[in-house]
């Protein structure tokens, strides 16, 4: 069974049921497979062979989702490419993914370059139309009421390439097979108990860890709601409070700016049940505050993308126990964790070492890169690169990384990819670029920084720069001038000594 064929089912069982709600739009189950089956069959015309790669490129939107479930329908594999990233970022993973079709909001156009690849427009910027433009509502009504060709193919087959990094900073396409996407649909409905009644709020984009529910809330006869334009804490809070909502997932940097407009407008939400924070740790401080504004609803997931969404799962219920209110949750229904030291031996409860995971949740690989899927897929085991402890009752505590990325906000930044931005600055001669726990984005990024002789810039300077080369996610927040890095005695900059020495400089 593929992912996809959850939703079909869905649909058969719940034909007239919502399954989207949008601004001015509402569609049911019927209605929306309907459109992403028009949609693959226009796909599948463009290329027919299965497992071609479609790169999205959009908002969130209900022409998005559609374009995914039709690269699902279509036995193609989805590239998703977030509209926030930095042109080149977009770029390097394009020449990485190499789609042959790219679904693009026309809002996006202008981001990346596609190359090769045959551009679709996706939602529309307004009515007009460009001669020869291929634009998906176009392709769908044309199609209307035509099924794509289904091949049933292999459950270890890719499904999704999605992009993560390594210490290296250096983009790493990660294979995730349809067997992940359907152990974590199961897992996610097993441990959150989603069923017909539950309405997501479409909150966080859809590129990142939004479609890992996608699939679990339609394969129960759910529905998804989306906000209207950019997401702000006020839209996410009145949507909570006036659509009944029933369930969101969303980074911790949106719930504390949430949180935060309540202490001037205290709100009431009926309908809440889950309000599921990930992506990034929550201080038990935080979620005692965030239970006081929400109630009773706070939880959580631990994953990866090399292991989506779903390693472990943290339930309201546990989330409001002081002695696991820390904790990520216990292993999810599908997937096995464990503890391991530096010579992979298992460890027993309580022991602190490297977190490893198994199970069909697990990425089949990395893309083109033999060397490091090696490195990380160890007889079964997914090497995580994170540090934790299981407990007597098998409940995860993270205690820190083992590799250097930066996560801010709910996305992961590599600190070589900004430092190599940065010193194409004119006034910089060297710097280095590091992550710091911050109340509001979970790690703020930093960066020390040593000028060129006689040369002379300000913070505010650096950060403009940064904002325009790597984009605002990935900008530093804070700017750390020094007379000199500190190096080892081989002359290489040490990172440590570093995050050290503005630490200090702070406090003075």
């Known amino acids: 069974m593929q992912p996809v064929d959850l939703i079909y089912r869905a649909a058969a069982r719940h034909p007239d049921a919502v399954a989207v709600e949008a601004p001015g739009v509402s569609l049911s189950y019927l209605e929306l497979v309907t459109r992403a089956d028009a949609l693959a069959v226009a796909l599948q015309a463009m290329e027919p062979e299965p497992q071609t790669r479609v790169g999205i ?20 594999i989805w590239v998703p490419l977030n509209p926030l990233d930095a042109s080149r970022d977009l770029e390097t993973k394009i020449a990485t993914a190499r789609p042959s079709l790219v679904i693009a909001d026309e809002a996006c156009l202008d981001k990346f370059d596609p190359g090769s690849a045959t551009v679709l427009i996706g939602a529309r910027a307004d009515q007009r139309s460009t001669p020869d433009a291929h634009y998906i509502d176009t392709l769908i009504d044309k199609n209307r009421g035509d099924r794509p060709q289904r091949r049933g193919l292999s459950p270890s087959l890719t ?40 309405r997501y709020l479409m909150a966080a984009p859809l590129t990142h860890g939004t ?28 949507a909570l409070q006036k659509q009944d909502i029933t369930v969101s997932f969303l980074p911790p940097t949106l719930i504390y700016m949430m949180m935060q407009a309540m202490e001037h ?26 239970r006081a504004l929400f109630g009773p609803v706070i939880a959580t997931n631990y994953g990866l993308t090399e292991a989506p969404q779903i390693i472990t799962a943290l339930i309201p219920e546990e989330a409001s126990d002081e002695s696991t209110i820390a904790s990520v949750g216990r ?16 460890l027993p409860a309580g022991g602190q070492g490297e977190i490893v995971v198994s199970g069909d949740l697990l990425m089949s690989g990395y893309l083109d890169n033999p060397g490091q899927t090696a490195e990380a897929l160890v007889d079964g085991w997914l090497h995580t690169g994170d540090v934790g402890y299981l407990d007597e009752r098998g409940f995860l505590f993270l205690k820190d990384r083992l590799k250097d990325v930066i996560i801010s906000g709910g996305f992961n930044v590599y600190p070589s990819d900004v430092e190599a931005a940065l010193v194409a600055h004119p006034a910089i001669h060297e710097c280095v670029v590091f ?18 002789d006689g040369a002379d810039t300000s913070a505010e300077d650096i950060i ?15 700017v750390h001038f020094v007379d000199s890095l500190p190096r080892s005695p081989v002359g290489k900059v040490q990172r440590r000594e570093v995050r050290a020495l503005t630490g200090r400089a702070e406090e003075t």
């Open 159 to 198: 499904q999704a390439i999605k992009f993560t990094g390594g210490s290296s900073g250096k983009p790493k396409g990660v294979q995730q097979p349809y067997r992940a996407w359907t152990a974590g649909a199961s897992s996610m409905i097993h441990a959150f108990g989603f069923g017909p009644a539950d």
């Open 211 to 238: 479609s890992c529910y996608v699939t679990p809330l339609l394969a129960v006869g759910g529905t998804l709601v989306f906000l209207h334009g950019k997401t702000t804490p006020e839209k996410v809070l009145d």
């Open 464 to 478: 403009a720069f940064a904002k325009q080369q790597v984009g605002s996610v990935q900008a530093p927040k804070q």
């Open 435 to 452: 992550g710091r726990p911050d109340e509001k984005w979970g790690e703020a990024v930093q960066v020390a920084v040593e000028l060129r």
């Open 57 to 76: 490129c959009a908002y969130n939107t209900v022409e998005h989702l559609i374009a995914l479930l039709a690269v699902m329908a279509a036995d193609k």
């Open 331 to 346: 292993a999810s229904f599908m997937t096995r964790v464990a503890i391991v030291d530096s010579s992979g031996a298992l």
């Open 265 to 290: 407008k205290p709100r009431r939400f009926e309908q809440l049940r889950l309000l599921i924070y990930g992506a990034a740790i929550m201080p038990p401080e935080k979620i005692r505050q965030a």
